[in-house]
């Protein structure tokens, strides 16, 4: 075999290993990274749907809202801060600060992997006029858009509000 032929040889076959090597690193990296089709609370989220949606028709028809400063912004700083809302009680009704579950949820919309689910503790919640305001601490770590959820729920009433933000 000439010489050339010989080094025709060692060179496809150093490149087909480099290829190989690569390919191989690339799946690592894709397997590594790769998050699941479905969103891990996908079904959570589809039970009992229709009776989420008439549990939150009934609380709005009452006159329960949420609202607070972060409805109303289209952006955060990024690092620890403090997010407050209010669940405004109509006139007539009651709610004591034990007689609520609320949690906070901060999800980046692209990907699950940073998803924050906070539950609200009774001393981040204060009665102030017969209203309740929740302050709970946070910590946005990275930039991007980020939905803030609160859902919360007295007996049969479920309270939702959600915003999405810019985090710079």
Known sequence: MSESMKTAFWLI??????????????????????????DETYYEKGLDYQAHIDAREKAEALGFRIQGEVFDATSLQRGEQSIAWTLVIPDGQTVKVGDVDFKLTLDQPATSRYRQVLDIQQDEIQQVDGNLVFQKKVNLKRPGYWDVIIEGKKGELYFHRAQRLAVQ
């Open 13 to 38: 076959g150093i490149f087909f290993t480099l290829m190989v090597i690569g390919l191989g690193y690339t799946l690592k990296l894709a397997l590594d990274n790769a998050e699941p089709i479905l």
